[in-house]
């Protein structure tokens, strides 16, 4: 099992760690209800250093970049980042991860843990003529998200954080460490994402948590799955996989099928045309209990999709579920029901995300 930078800072803390996507991770330190809670009023830091960097180098790397994915790379401009996909052929998904444009021979895509070996074979496989680097291991990650994570983060660098618009990113030095510092995140909040040297973690983790005493506090795995599940931004593995297309997964956004060739292009064309089987929900309990992963959705007792991903809102208070369901079910404001454990609970179909942050 692999451990991150940070893994000694996070046993001294108490934190409790899991296995997740083959590293040994934090979870929570003082309870997920209280991180939760602290990223959504002040502000949480979090060790992403799990997640995977790959770089395309060369005159063409721009070009294999578009080939790759489904978004259009050619819009960016240094200093930017995209959310994007890798495709399948099929129209599925190899992945979901954030391009970075360092220069216009150089592009830095932050990809899944778990799917870090795979999107790197894949890449090598599908590109001829640009180089693929796997970064990985000269990287970690920390994350600063919440209101008041800009102002924690200022009070440590000299850059000009209010003039860096959302996805987009500067080299810099925070706490005298030099760092790519992005505002990009995923909790639904404002906030940064820092990539630095491996040995420099450990001195910035701390120099985080001490800038604004009472103010940020660690964050663990399970305050980051219930936060992204408000954001209702999905998760590979659960929302996302190789049998899933963006239409499916309402990520059609995403695709820019006039941009010109790439993989999947073809079979994405064809489900525009014809449309999709089924799709992504959003549903939110009216009664009390916790939708969880392959839980059944329900119309009239009649089974008609699955829970992907399910908790219960420590912001709403109520449960709440993103999973898929027939293509003509599920209009919002309808009310469907989650099976569980036997028991069929009223659910509103409703609008995403659940929660929306005021900035």
């Not at 409790?16 to 939760?36: C, I, K, S």
């Not at 009070?155 to 959302?166: H, K, V």
């Not at 009239?300 to 579920?321: H, N, Y």
């Not at 099976?339 to 929660?355: D, H, K, N, T």
């Amino acid at each position: 099992m692999r451990r991150t930078p940070l893994y000694d800072v996070h046993v001294r803390a108490g934190a409790r760690m899991v296995d997740f996507a083959g590293w040994e991770m934090p979870v929570q330190y003082n309870g997920t209800l209280e991180e939760h809670r602290a990223v959504r009023t002040r502000a949480g830091l979090f060790d992403v250093s799990h997640m995977g960097e790959i770089e395309l180098r060369g005159a063409a790397a721009l070009d294999a970049c578009q080939k790759l994915t489904c978004n259009d790379v050619s819009r960016l401009r240094d200093g930017q980042a995209q959310y994007s996909l890798l495709m399948l052929p099929s129209g599925g998904l190899v992945d979901d991860v954030v391009v970075h444009r360092l220069a216009q021979d150089r592009l830095l895509l932050c990809v899944n843990a778990s799917n870090r070996e795979r999107d790197f074979e894949w890449m090598r496989e599908n590109v001829t003529d640009a180089d693929v680097i796997d970064r990985g291991d000269e990287y970690a990650q920390l994350a600063l998200q919440g209101p008041k994570a800009t102002l924690i983060l200022a009070s440590l660098t000299a850059a000009p954080l209010t003039r860096i618009p959302r996805f987009s990113f500067v080299d810099g030095r925070v706490a005298d460490r030099g760092c790519i510092i992005a505002h990009t995140g995923y909790t639904g909040e404002d906030g940064w994402e820092l990539y630095c040297a491996p040995g420099d973690a450990a001195f910035l983790w701390g120099a985080i948590l001490a800038a604004q005493e009472g103010e940020v506090v660690p964050a663990g795995l399970g305050a980051r799955d219930t936060l992204r599940l408000e954001a209702a931004l999905p998760l590979y593995g659960h929302e996302l996989n190789t049998e899933t297309s963006p239409f499916e997964a309402r990520l059609g956004w995403v695709v820019k099928l006039d941009k010109g060739d790439f993989i999947g292009r073809e079979a994405l064309l064809r489900q525009k045309a014809e449309g999709v089987a089924r799709r992504l929900i959003g549903l939110q309990l009216r009664q009390s209990g916790v939708p969880r992963a392959d839980y059944p959705i329900l119309r009239d007792g009649r089974r008609i999709g699955a829970v992907t991903s399910g908790t219960m809102s420590p912001t709403l208070g109520k449960g709440i579920a993103l999973g898929y369901v027939d293509a003509e079910e599920g209009e919002t404001g309808g009310v469907l029901a989650v099976e569980i454990r036997g028991r069929a609970l009223p659910a509103e179909v409703v609008s995403l995300p659940f929660y929306r942050c005021e900035k």
